[in-house]
């Protein structure tokens, strides 16, 4: 690679806040999670079924911690906000869709449920970033969220993690399956379609 091209391939990492390494330390966290359940469904060792859901709960740190530095030093970027969406959606969409998946929510009906629920935290992300601006103060603080924030899936993966510990995954997924034109579908999946359908509601709730 050529002096000058390795010097622009640089300067974006140059761009970067202190807050935007924590960032990316969210979606390394939810990048890991996913991985972990791939292994999980491949030895079917439940301990990875843990580290998973572990590394969603090391993702909120991270989550929580960006904002919290970027307030602090009072530097943000656009570049910042897009990492925030783009690490949330691994994080806090992706990650917990794929831990449903691989904890036994794998037939058809599952499937279109963990899809909307994805597809229901792109779009609460895609909201926030064009409505952020207008929800705020005077002081650039804001004061409420319209739907739930996604990591709240957080609740989600924490019922993965007990279920796991219980031993229900699996064909002893907790409150079984059904049959509906051939296709299965767990009652437990709908945890995922009341979470997606809430963080795209019009529903306030107050910013902590």
């Known amino acids: 690679m050529k002096p000058h091209k390795l010097h622009k391939h640089f300067s974006m990492i140059r761009e970067f806040q ?9 979606s390394v966290c939810g990048t890991g999670a996913m991985f972990s359940m791939l292994t999980y469904l491949e030895s079917k060792d439940v301990r990875h079924v843990y580290f998973a859901c572990s590394l969603i709960f090391a993702a909120l740190i991270f989550d929580v911690m960006d904002g919290r530095i ?17 690490a949330d959606v691994i994080s806090f969409g992706v990650a917990p869709a794929l831990i449903g998946y691989g904890c036994g929510m794998r037939g058809f009906y599952d499937r279109i449920v963990l899809i909307y629920f994805v597809v229901c935290g792109v779009s609460r992300l895609a909201r926030y970033n064009i409505t952020a601006d207008a929800l705020s103060d005077e002081g650039g603080k804001i004061k409420y969220f319209e739907g ?37 579908f767990h009652p437990l999946v709908l945890m995922f379609a009341v979470s997606g359908s ?11």
């Open 18 to 26: 202190l807050a935007d390494w924590f960032t990316l330390g969210n």
């Open 70 to 86: 970027a307030r602090w030093r009072q530097k943000t970027s656009m570049i910042g906000r897009e990492l925030d969406s783009l």
């Open 198 to 208: 809430l963080m795209i509601s019009r529903i306030r709730f107050p910013k902590l």
């Open 148 to 184: 739930t924030p996604i990591p709240t899936s957080l609740v989600l993966v924490m019922v993965m993690f007990w279920a796991a510990s219980q031993g229900a995954l699996g064909d002893s997924l907790w409150f079984g399956d059904l049959k509906f034109a051939d296709f299965t």
